[in-house]
């Protein structure tokens, strides 16, 4: 009687919340699975109203009263197959208790996918008391008539629910935002050959490169998938191929992962037992709609290196009783007795509110140039506060960068707070034909006197700053201009160059004086792709030569440097150098190569000469012994022979996880000794497990 009562009764209408397309197929019921896909809808809706009519019982009291109104339902077919009811509203309670009975009743079925992927589906369905026999289903596109109070209610007890059910498979978009791809020399040799094909219209002096910018060349997640170990379980794939949590809904996507440098080794020319380092942290990407990422790293570390290295970053030690600067990261407090403590954080926002404009604001690095030194803007000290301005258009890339750094001596502290000044850069980069691009920098420093604080006028982006210091006083700032060009001879050899100016005298030029005044620095470099036909074979040679006072100032603050260190090459000036480095790669296994033949000029700071060679930017260059005659590599000439040796494996694409072995010689060979320049000789070999995310130099 009751089941004969439902039949009139019942008359619902589905309403899909998203429309079928071509890919989307509707969930499936067991007798439906042999129907074609073009009825799977209709066979969906038919075994449901069956179901239910075989299943709801008229609760008495509606019997009764000949009761006539309406049930809303709203439920779920989840990505599983499961049926969940996420709101009912009726006058009777009974009618609701029922339904939700019903419902809970129902098997577990196939459900809806979209482009094969399987994917939760929404309905609203009323069911009319009482209705006409035949049962019959409906879709519509119109939302069920309801009591607005309802409506909000219905929205918001399924607003938490509808958040985990808009979760889906992550699908590597980190690969096509904004985000800078991880500037290390050897990641970005994997892809440098595509971006320097004879025709493109790249650019790729200023770095780090954002993936959108490199994935019209170079399709990051097809190499990954190349890399791909198959894994039967969790910890195997999150180990091998994936990040440790990724997220993705609508609108947003995060990853999340650890960062580890563990490594252990031994320096031949040291006192201590070994060295080693011990980094952990995490880092963090994602994005929040198409124009708007976000990356952050936050690493803590000790560490007790190579001895040369340990020297190094003490002499860099500013104000206050921390001991060192290690270079490259920051400042580091003692660890025990002979190691050192340096947390490291970088962090930056990237938004492109069109296609040709994309912003950054961070701390971080930069790097300008195709070498591996750059004699403009460098990645060798210790992060800094940026933004970043770049605009592509045409054949042109400009980019802008404002920067706040440090000046850590203890001259300069004022109430145990470091000086603060400021850098601003232009660079254009523009494509002038196929095979020949031709790129404009200059740079301006300037710091707090007459509590100047960020100069305004250095925010134009489109501005000559030295015409800005002639505005501004000419002792209110330091300029500096460069250049850099690139030729692609053919699509597996390209010649890059640099050169940089920071003061120069004509008319001691052509009086063959060589003045100190002429404070200049070039770069000569080639690459080979592919070397002599093995594919993934990477060469690359390169020669920098810098003249003595360059990049230093009668002001030290104005000099070009951050916390103790160069902006720009990491041996500062007065020297020449030749480099030569090899790459190859084969699936996750890697090995690099790399010999440095360099030849540098340092001071004595012996008492009896103190006098500044023009290698140190952090001395005044009034301090010059004369002004004529000045030549690279004066004062203590030192012969520098450096070689490199790394091997490893990627152990993890995804998050550049590798294990690697890494051997080094230096053999450092000064023609004068004093207390801090004597002749070394290092042998330094280490083992580790490391998340390579940033370059690190120990070539000096």
């Known amino acids: 009687m009751k089941k004969l009562f439902l039949l009139p009764l019942i008359f619902f209408s589905l309403n899909v919340l998203a429309q079928d397309v071509d890919y989307e197929k509707s969930p499936v019921f067991p007798k439906c699975e042999s129907q074609d896909i073009e009825v799977l809808s209709t066979c969906f809706k038919s075994e449901l109203a069956h179901f239910i009519h075989e299943k709801f019982k008229t609760p008495q009291i509606i019997i009764d009263e000949n009761y006539k109104g309406n049930i809303f339902v709203l439920f779920e077919v989840t990505n599983q197959g499961n049926f969940k009811v996420l709101y009912t509203d009726a006058t009777y309670t009974e009618l609701k208790t029922e339904i939700e009975e019903v419902f809970n009743q129902l098997p577990k079925i196939q459900p809806a996918t979209y482009n094969g992927r399987p994917i939760f589906k929404q309905y609203s369905y009323k069911i009319s008391i009482p209705l006409e026999a035949p049962l019959t289903v409906e879709l519509s596109d119109e939302n069920i008539e309801m009591n607005p109070i309802s409506k909000i209610e219905l929205e918001a007890k399924s607003e938490y629910d509808d958040l985990n059910a808009s979760i889906k498979p992550y699908e590597d978009l980190e690969y096509s935002s904004t985000l800078n791809v991880p500037f290390l020399h050897s990641s970005y040799a994997k892809f440098d050959r595509s971006l320097n094909l004879v025709g493109t219209n790249s650019h790729t002096a200023a770095k780090p490169f ?117 270079p490259g990261r920051g400042i580091a407090k003692r660890f025990k007795n002979d190691a050192y403590d340096y947390p490291v954080a970088e962090a930056y926002l990237s938004y492109s509110p069109t296609d040709f404009l994309n912003v950054q604001f961070g701390h971080g690095k930069n790097f300008i140039g195709d070498g591996y030194r750059s004699l403009l803007q460098s990645d060798v000290a210790s992060p800094s506060p940026f933004l970043k301005l770049s605009t592509k258009f045409w054949k042109i890339k400009y980019t802008n960068t404002w920067m706040w750094l440090k000046d850590i001596r203890t001259d300069v502290v004022s109430d145990k707070a470091f000086l603060t000044k400021y850098m601003a850069n232009h660079y254009l980069s523009w494509n002038v034909s196929k095979k020949f691009n031709l790129g404009l920098f200059e740079s301006v420093l300037w710091t707090n006197s007459n509590n100047r604080g960020f100069d305004v006028n250095y925010l134009n982006p489109i501005i000559f700053y030295r015409a800005i210091e002639f505005e501004t006083g000419q002792g209110a700032g330091n300029a500096v201009l460069g250049a850099t060009a690139k030729y692609k001879v053919n699509d597996n050899i390209n010649i890059y160059s640099q050169f940089v100016l920071d003061e120069f005298s004509l008319g001691d030029i052509k009086g063959g004086e060589r003045s100190w005044k002429n404070k200049y620095g070039y770069q000569l470099g080639m690459k080979y792709y592919n070397a002599f036909k093995v594919d993934n074979l990477y060469l690359q040679l390169e020669y920098n030569r810098v003249r003595p006072y360059t990049y230093s100032h009668n002001t030290i603050v104005l000099n070009y440097g951050h916390n103790n260190q160069s902006m720009a090459h990491l041996w500062g000036a007065n020297f020449s150098e030749a480099i030569v480095i090899g790459r190859y790669n084969y699936k996750r296994w890697f090995a690099d190569a790399k010999l440095v033949f360099g030849s540098r000029g340092l001071d004595y700071n012996n008492g009896t000469d103190d006098f500044s060679y023009g290698g140190d930017i952090y001395r005044n260059y009034n301090d010059r012994p004369f002004d004529t005659g000045v030549e690279v590599e004066q004062g203590i000439k030192t012969n520098i022979f450096h070689a490199e040796l790394q091997s490893g494996y990627v152990v993890n694409p995804a998050t550049n996880l590798k294990l690697f072995a890494y051997l080094s010689y230096r053999d450092f060979n000064p023609n004068a000794t004093t207390a801090t320049t004597f002749e070394n000789n290092t042998l330094w070999f280490s083992i580790g497990l490391r998340t390579d995310l940033f370059n690190w130099y120990f070539d000096f």
Do not use: C
């Not at 190349?226 to 609508?250: R, Y």
């Not at 080693?276 to 994005?287: A, D, E």
């Not at 990422?293 to 190094?312: K, L, M, P, T, W």
């Open 210 to 326: 954002m993936y959108s910018e490199v994935i019209d060349y170079y399709d990051f997640k097809a190499a990954k998938d190349a890399m791909v170990k198959e894994s039967n379980s969790w910890w195997q794939k999150k180990l091998f191929n994936e990040h440790l949590v990724q997220l993705q809904g609508k609108g947003y996507w995060f990853t999340l992962d650890p960062i580890f440098d563990l490594q252990v080794g031994k320096d031949s020319d040291a006192d201590f037992k070994s060295t080693f380092n011990n980094t952990r942290g995490f880092y963090v990407q994602g994005g929040l709609g198409e124009k708007l990422s976000f990356s952050s790293s936050v690493y803590e570390s000790q560490g007790r290196f190579a001895d040369y290295i340990n020297r190094y970053a003490e002499s860099l030690r500013g104000f206050g009783p921390d001991p060192a600067v290690i």
